[in-house]
């Protein structure tokens, strides 16, 4: 398939009127639902927008290519525009951008489709090309000079540069991969290629795209390679480099550093890699790590087992409360079976998949066994949360300490350190250690859940607050994500009212800039007025994302009136004594409140209303 197959006439802007990265996205979208490629725009520009925090897609040389995978995708598409003013979109040179490109990637994508789209941001690498599509004067002109280079590109594909070495050339490995494997993937795979080529270095590289592990590495390229260089931001098994020179790094180095990174690695510059995660180099702009990133890798693992059996607990319970006791007058063998997968298996498997993923991201495979088994001892021994956490820290920890004191082992022995002395030890000394511990541990968590339910009107208040104002600050982000896992904690230990103003919190920031999209028309764009009436629908389904693309174009105004908002519907939560037994939000959790659904809905709406009423006042009216 052609790239020009995807790019049309339909779907370019010459010249885009926007002047913020916001606005960019907006008008491109909006291109883009215009020629019918779209079911939902606002979900589709969400998706962006996330696929923007984890960082910017303005890569620099003044190009910026925004892409998503989403299911508001009808088919895959690409829209162009081009602004010869330039737009500050972030981008990593701190250069405007002028070139921008938006990939939309159907969920029903192919290899073919996925193939496409990525050899795109490949032909952006050539400073040529990039003039042209400055320079034309028309849509045809765009089209054919895209139709040469793409030709120019399948012609020059054969070229492989992944061979063995000529006579003593270095011989270097990477792997890239961005979250959404459309773009950066490739576009750093090449960019690596590229370098090496001029530097005379032989370099095969895997990229983990969309359409899967490509050109994957062997055990006989990792045997050989002088270097191996990670340029990712998404997980990679490192486990078969152990022993290896290598370099850890983001995808947008790979794409701006390609040099550095080849000169590091080829000579000997990168530090062996030990299998604890520790002992590689990392480079540049690479995420968060330590105890952020471990906690945040469990908390991402467990969600799904969250959301999935909390909906299916929120169910049952309305066929009434104690519909699922055999015992009870309300028995119901629907809601009984409901409870038993959604509560007892769904919700039994929380934490121990909590702690067995935080100790796989500290020690890579071989922790997962001991975390999980310290999860499982923390889940039925009532530690609760907190102990799920201890537990994969733990463990982690634990088989570093081993993957050091056996280091030394003959290579021989290595297939037994994996299968045999790891897990045996690893539960083993976890285990012995959980089993002295989970008793006060146990003890801390009743005596912290007996703490809350003994709180004065006021601490209970001021916690409400705090609260709502997490589940706003980031909305959807890690400040929003432990908000919620406190309040999933306080479930599982029997105390219902955190979790109830969690979701009160959570709900208010889109259903606040609905009604100010309905009562302050002209202070919003037509597009964004559209956008508006979603936000009922979202905030009613506790989506809070629906929130981002109108906090990311005026922040100043729209974040500061959604976390007071979310902070006042978490205070009156807390003080009319509502009560949320289903770890999950939105308007089908009413009738199941503890406490009274009517002030439960007036808190919400309240706090709705002051996120309202500051944006409403705040917001200069648009010209």
């Known amino acids: 398939m052609k790239i020009t197959e995807l790019l049309t006439k339909k779907t370019m802007i010459l010249d885009l009127v926007s002047t913020t990265k916001a606005d960019v996205i907006e008008e491109l979208a909006t291109k883009l639902d215009k020629a019918g490629k779209l079911k939902n725009k606002q979900s589709f520009m969400e998706e962006i927008h996330h696929r923007e925090s984890q960082s910017s897609t303005g890569i620099g040389d003044g190009i910026a290519i925004p892409h998503a995978k989403s299911a508001s995708v009808t088919e895959p598409t690409i829209v162009f525009g081009r602004s010869k003013a330039g737009v500050d979109y972030d981008a990593l040179d701190g250069e405007k951008s002028h070139l921008f490109f938006m990939i939309a990637a159907s969920d029903g994508a192919n290899d073919i489709h996925l193939q496409t789209l990525s050899r795109l941001s490949t032909l952006l690498m050539d400073e040529n090309f990039r003039q042209t599509l400055m320079q034309a004067r028309s849509e045809e002109e765009i089209l054919k000079a895209v139709d040469q280079k793409e030709k120019e590109k ?65 055990e006989d390229d990792i045997k050989r390679a002088d270097g191996i260089i990670i340029a990712a931001d998404m997980n990679v098994e490192k486990q078969r480099f152990v022993g290896k020179q290598l370099l850890d790094a983001s995808v947008t180095d790979g794409i701006r550093r390609p040099e550095e990174l080849i000169t590091k690695a080829m000579k000997g510059n990168a530090p062996v890699y030990g299998g604890d995660g520790s002992s590689s180099q990392e480079e ?82 071989p922790g997962l066994a001991p975390g999980m088994i310290a999860g499982f001892m923390a889940s039925t021994g009532e530690a609760g949360f907190l102990g799920g956490i201890i537990a994969g820290f733990l463990a982690g920890y634990i088989v570093v300490l081993l993957k050091y004191l056996f280091a030394n082992l003959p290579k021989s022995l290595d297939g037994i350190k994996t299968i045999l002395i790891y897990p045996l030890l690893g539960i083993l000394s976890t285990g012995l250690i959980m089993y002295v511990i989970i008793g006060p541990l146990s003890a801390f968590n009743n005596g912290l859940v007996s703490w809350l339910d003994g709180m004065g009107t006021t601490n209970i ?5 705090i609260l709502g104002a997490m589940m ?26 955190p979790h109830a103003a969690v979701m009160a919190g ?30 009922y629908i979202m905030g009613a389904s506790f989506i809070t994302e629906g929130a981002i693309p109108f906090a990311a174009a005026d922040p100043g105004r729209v974040i500061p009136s959604i976390i007071v908002g979310s902070s006042v519907a978490g205070a009156l939560t807390m003080m009319f004594g509502i009560g949320l037994p289903a770890p999950h939000g939105g308007v089908f959790v009413f009738p199941i409140v503890y406490g009274s659904a009517f002030m439960y809905i007036l808190a919400i709406l309240i706090g709705a209303a002051v996120t309202a009423l500051m944006i409403g006042f705040w917001k200069k009216p648009v010209l």
């Open 461 to 465: 208040v001021f916690l409400g607050i």
């Open 506 to 535: 959570g709900m208010v920031p889109p259903l606040g800039i609905a009604l100010a999209t309905s009562f302050f028309k002209n202070k919003f764009t037509k597009q964004e007025l559209d956008a508006g009436k979603t936000n």
């Open 284 to 365: 540049g702009t690479k995420k968060k790590s330590g105890f952020y990133k471990h906690l945040m890798n469990g908390v991402s693992h467990m969600l799904p087992f969250v959301v999935g059996g909390g909906i299916l607990i929120a169910i049952s319970f309305m066929f009434g409360i104690e519909a699922a006791n055999p015992d009870h007058p309300s028995y119901s063998p629907i809601a009984e079976a409901l409870m038993t997968i959604g509560g007892g298996n769904a919700f039994g498997l929380m934490i121990p998949i909590l702690a067995g993923f935080i100790a796989m991201s500290i020690a890579d495979r």
């Open 472 to 497: 706003a600050v980031d909305m959807g982000g890690p400040i929003n994500k432990a908000a919620f896992t406190f309040g999933i904690a306080m479930i599982d230990a029997g105390n219902f009212g």
């Open 154 to 218: 399948l012609d020059s594909a054969d070229e492989d540069q992944s061979s063995s070495p000529k006579g003593n050339q270095p011989y270097i490995l990477a792997v890239t991969g961005c979250p959404t494997g459309i773009a950066h993937t490739y576009m750093a795979a090449d960019a690596l290629k590229a370098k090496a080529k001029e530097l005379g270095v032989t370099i095969k590289v895997e990229t983990n795209g969309s359409d899967g592990v490509k050109n994957r590495l062997t």
